[in-house]
T-cell receptor, first 112, second 113 residues
Framework: KAGVTQTPRYLIKTRGQQVTLSCSPISGHRSVSWYQQTPGQGLQFLFEYFSETQRNKGNFPGRFSGRQFSNSRSEMNVSTLELGDSALYLC???????????FGPGTRLTVL | DAKTTQPPSMDCAEGRAANLPCNHSTISGNEYVYWYRQIHSQGPQYIIHGLKNNETNEMASLIITEDRKSSTLILPHATLRDTAVYYCIVRAHGSGNTGKLIFGQGTTLQVKP
């Protein structure tokens, strides 16, 4: 089985721009979660989607949003980018009945 | 979800067992102990989880104390490729649980030749 894939792997944007990151879960996995990792704050939960519905949301501003499609693929969007949004963005998927999450390699976002 | 406490760093000689401790004194009866690790710049990797019995898989063993207030992850024969940050996480199972994992700072394990 292919693992969780994330695209793009690296991205450079400037302040004020917006960005969309994509995540393809493992086949058969219906839940997708997103995390932000920075040196200062560590790994922080952004949100989780299950069957196209957001189930839980972390403590991030409204500039961070996401969605999930009927094939379970998910995207997250960050609008009006700030320097502090520079981070590794990780996506994880799981089978709904299991708590074992599988993480993708992440997207490294740099905001200049 | 209960909070966990881990030492910030540990060293281990290659080929020896690595024993990584975790304290979770406020763990609830329905909360499991999970271990993940993150090798530099990669996504976290699931290692093992358990409720109250000791667990073993191809990667590691998990020893949970009888009162469940602490646990130890054991890598039986550490290799250089086991150098990583190891995270201990506790979370509940059940129909209402979500995919949210609360990561602490973890333990940086350095395996030395």
């Amino acid at each position: 089985k292919a693992g969780v894939t994330q695209t793009p792997r690296y991205l450079i944007k400037t302040r004020g721009q917006q960005v969309t990151l994509s995540c393809s879960p493992i086949s058969g996995h219906r839940s997708v979660s997103w995390y932000q990792q920075t040196p200062g704050q560590g790994l922080q939960f952004l949100f989780e989607y299950f069957s196209e519905t957001q189930r839980n949301k972390g403590n991030f501003p409204g500039r961070f949003s996401g969605r999930q499609f009927s094939n379970s693929r998910s995207e997250m969007n960050v609008s009006t980018l700030e320097l502090g949004d520079s981070a590794l963005y990780l996506c994880a998927s799981r089978v709904s009945a299991s708590n074992e999450q599988f993480f993708g390699p992440g997207t490294r976002l740099t905001v200049l | 979800d209960a909070k966990t406490t881990q030492p910030p760093s540990m060293d281990c000689a290659e080929g020896r067992a690595a024993n990584l401790p975790c304290n979770h004194s406020t763990i609830s009866g329905n909360e499991y102990v999970y271990w993940y690790r993150q090798i530099h710049s990669q996504g976290p990797q699931y290692i093992i989880h358990g409720l109250k019995n000791n667990e073993t898989n191809e990667m590691a063993s998990l020893i949970i104390t009888e009162d469940r207030k602490s646990s130890t992850l054991i890598l039986p024969h550490a290799t250089l490729r086991d150098t990583a940050v190891y995270y201990c996480i506790v979370r509940a199972h059940g129909s209402g649980n979500t995919g949210k994992l609360i990561f602490g700072q973890g333990t940086t394990l350095q395996v030395k030749p």
